[in-house]
């Protein structure tokens, strides 16, 4: 018995002090209590994994929206002069990361309305997020755009690869890191496995899929493309050549690409395929929760400022 009268003891005394900063105890909760705050905790997860998705979706959907727009009505591809597909890159990466917030946050205000009658009940992690929602553009759409930018080259995309990629030049999946130096001359056993290699790696450079179990070695420029510029007057004059570079590439980007060669025309190839996807795609689902955990954080702060001052 003395061991819990001196525990006894000892509670009062935290309990007096609790009470002299301000602060009541009210003793341990029931067990409804916890399962009603366990409940609590996973609607608030599952709420934020689904406006990360939801966030995500839409990123990817501004991205193939914009390759479709860039190929289809401007005739861009990630090869065009000028720095154009990176300049319409970088205002589409732009664009999508503000879509992927603003549709994080509809996504929430539907899930708050939808589980609560009374709006005094929104759960306060969340209200600031559902406060900008309502709110015109202002500084935090240029704070998503700008995080969404520096997230989208950190997770090693490039603004010009959203366009489409052309049949006759390096495509929007093409890195010099996983190419060969290449000559004239059709690729060696030993360069077409190494290619084999960079292929299962980074995927076609003209498409991005991983999935063929061998890979063409792929002239870039084509050996026609080059063969007439070469013939040129004033490159034989100065004997400069075209350089060439060997690309992993499917069998079905080839086919179109030959086809593409032969009439001398400018084809695109667009990848909207599952296969085509990179970690970059992920760059809208990581800036919505990234938004979120910061959203909770500025609540605690607030939470702990509340408190002190008490």
């Not at 009470?19 to 029931?30: P, T, V």
Request: charged content about 15%.
């Amino acid at each position: 018995m003395g061991f819990l009268d001196d525990m006894s003891e000892e509670l009062n005394s935290v309990r007096r002090r609790l009470k002299r900063a301000g602060i009541e105890w009210k003793g341990r909760r029931s067990t409804g209590g916890g399962r009603r705050g366990a409940k609590g905790t996973s609607s608030v997860l599952a709420s934020g994994i689904t406006q990360a998705v939801g966030g995500g979706g839409a990123f990817v959907a501004v991205l193939a929206l914009s390759q479709a727009l860039q190929g289809f009505a401007l005739r861009v591809s990630c090869s065009s002069p000028l720095g154009l597909p990176t300049a319409l890159g970088f205002a589409t990466v732009a664009a999508a990361s503000v879509a992927s917030v603003r549709v994080a946050e509809g996504i929430s205000s539907g899930l708050e309305a939808a589980s609560s009658k009374d709006s005094q009940r929104i759960s306060d992690p969340w209200r600031s997020m559902l406060e900008a929602a309502e709110q015109p553009a202002n500084s935090g759409e240029i704070g998503a755009s700008s995080f969404g930018l520096v997230l989208f080259r950190a997770l090693g995309g490039r603004f010009s690869s959203v366009a489409p990629s052309a049949l006759h030049m390096p495509g929007a999946f093409s890195r010099l890191s996983a190419s060969l130096p290449a000559t004239l001359e059709y690729a060696s056993d030993g360069k077409r496995q190494a290619l084999a290699t960079l292929g299962k790696n980074f995927g076609c450079h003209t498409c991005g899929t991983r999935a063929p179990a061998t890979f063409i070695a792929d002239h870039m420029p084509p050996l026609k493309t080059v063969k007439l510029a070469n013939a040129k007057l004033w490159r034989r004059a100065l004997r400069q050549t075209v350089s060439q570079r060997f690309y992993p590439q499917c069998q079905a980007c080839s086919t179109l690409q030959s086809a593409a060669v032969r009439s001398g025309q400018t084809t695109l190839r667009y990848h909207f395929t599952l296969a085509a996807l990179r970690p970059y795609h992920a760059t809208g689902g990581l800036l919505v929760l990234g938004s979120l955990v910061l959203a909770q954080q500025r609540q605690r702060r607030g939470g702990s400022t509340s408190r002190r001052g008490l």
